[in-house]
């Protein structure tokens, strides 16, 4: 859990070379409480954007994806951080810049609601909701610290 205060702290989540393509939500208010991750794409739809808690947990950190657009549509895919499955319209590639040389990219759920998939599944399947997001929060927190090196944002 975690508060981010003002849309400055929001904006201080992210590497300074995603903090101009963050478009933040029109009706977004401040202090915003985050239990695990907070997440929105943009109104034109091309950029999603994540806030969670760094890899070591200090303060959150902010990802800027870009969705990356295929030829047509293709089979099911499967989202590697929640594992639900779907068409090409629900998961697909989100890529990211790791330098202004290199990008990488993740198959996600397009609007990253892995966690309203999570709970819904642990509710049909009997579990709580809190056994499911450890896995989760790991798979992201991972994807940082490897992908993109990211250990924590440094203060600013």
């Given at each position: 859990m975690f508060?981010i205060e003002?849309e400055?702290?929001?904006?201080?989540?992210f590497?300074p070379r995603?903090?101009?393509?963050?478009?933040?939500?029109?009706?977004?208010?401040?202090?915003?409480f985050?239990?695990?991750?907070?997440?929105w794409?943009e109104?034109?739809g091309?950029?999603?954007f994540?806030v969670?808690?760094?890899?070591?947990g200090k303060?959150?950190m902010?990802?800027?994806f870009?969705r990356?657009s295929?030829g047509?549509p293709?089979p099911?895919?499967?989202?590697?951080w929640?594992h639900?499955?779907?068409s090409s319209?629900?998961i697909?590639?989100?890529?990211?810049?790791v330098?202004s040389?290199r990008?990488v990219g993740v198959?996600l759920c397009?609007d990253?609601?892995?966690?309203?998939k999570?709970?819904?599944?642990?509710?049909?399947?009997?579990?709580h909701?809190r056994?499911?997001?450890?896995?989760?929060?790991?798979r992201?927190q991972?994807?940082?610290?490897?992908a993109?090196?990211?250990?924590s944002?440094?203060?600013?």
């Amino acid at each position: 859990m975690f508060l981010i205060e003002t849309e400055k702290d929001l904006l201080q989540a992210f590497r300074p070379r995603d903090r101009e393509k963050v478009e933040l939500p029109k009706d977004l208010r401040f202090p915003l409480f985050v239990r695990d991750y907070f997440a929105w794409v943009e109104p034109a739809g091309t950029r999603v954007f994540l806030v969670c808690p760094s890899p070591q947990g200090k303060r959150p950190m902010g990802i800027a994806f870009r969705r990356d657009s295929h030829g047509g549509p293709a089979p099911s895919q499967m989202c590697d951080w929640c594992h639900s499955y779907g068409s090409s319209n629900e998961i697909g590639l989100l890529t990211t810049d790791v330098n202004s040389k290199r990008r990488v990219g993740v198959n996600l759920c397009q609007d990253l609601r892995c966690k309203e998939k999570l709970e819904s599944a642990a509710d049909l399947s009997g579990r709580h909701f809190r056994d499911v997001m450890p896995p989760l929060m790991e798979r992201m927190q991972r994807f940082a610290r490897e992908a993109l090196r990211i250990e924590s944002v440094p203060e600013q």
